[in-house]
């Protein structure tokens, strides 16, 4: 593996910083505030990489040359419909009722910042849920306290290994950071 110059992902979410250390990448982790709104009429993936590529913009004027910004924004769509963090037990289980026994999409955008240029991405996983009874349901809220989680859940939690029938594409994305290919969009970075 290549020597990376000096990455920062700017993400508090402790399970990115798990999954890009397991990697190999050696990173710092520095935070700033961003508004994560966005404007309307985006599609869930555009919505996605709209934010992420935001929160790098924060770094724009105070990144030293060839320090590489991380930052990634994972959303959970489902009949086009974006599900962000609920914000009390209700809205989990509104949240979870409506992915219950049905398909949908978790979509991370990942932004990449180096010298003042952006590289953007986003990577999309169809999340199969079995229909979950609403014991189960507030069973899961109550026990896993979901309400930092897009769509009130994590696929690494109890949900995950008795809710979830199947996925179609990359499991870290779910979890909150598509780690193969932020692994190879850094490697590029290097090379050129």
């Given at each position: ?69 991380l930052t990634a924004d994972t959303i959970v769509s489902i009949d086009n419909k ?42 999309t996983t169809e999340v199969y849920f079995l229909p979950l009874s609403p014991d ?57």
């Amino acid at each position: 593996m290549k020597t990376l110059p000096g990455i920062i992902l700017a993400s508090k979410s402790p399970r990115r910083q798990e999954l890009l250390s397991k990697t190999g990448i050696e990173f710092d982790v520095v935070l700033k505030d961003v508004d994560e709104s966005y404007p309307e009429g985006l599609s869930p993936k555009e919505v996605a990489i709209y934010i992420a590529e935001k929160k790098a913009k924060a770094f724009d004027e105070t990144l030293e040359e060839n320090a590489i910004v991380l930052t990634a924004d994972t959303i959970v769509s489902i009949d086009n419909k974006i599900l962000g963090k609920p914000e009390n037990e209700d809205e989990a289980m509104e949240m979870l009722s409506l992915l219950s026994g049905r398909k949908h999409d978790v979509i991370t955008g990942v932004a990449l910042l180096q010298n003042h240029q952006i590289f953007s991405f986003a990577e999309t996983t169809e999340v199969y849920f079995l229909p979950l009874s609403p014991d189960e349901i507030k069973y899961y809220i109550q026990t896993y306290q979901p309400f930092d989680k897009a769509g009130a859940y994590g696929i690494q939690e109890w949900i995950g290994l008795a809710g979830i029938e199947r996925i179609n594409g990359s499991y870290s994305n779910v979890v909150g950071l598509p780690t193969h290919r932020v692994y190879e969009e850094l490697q590029k970075l290097v090379k050129n």
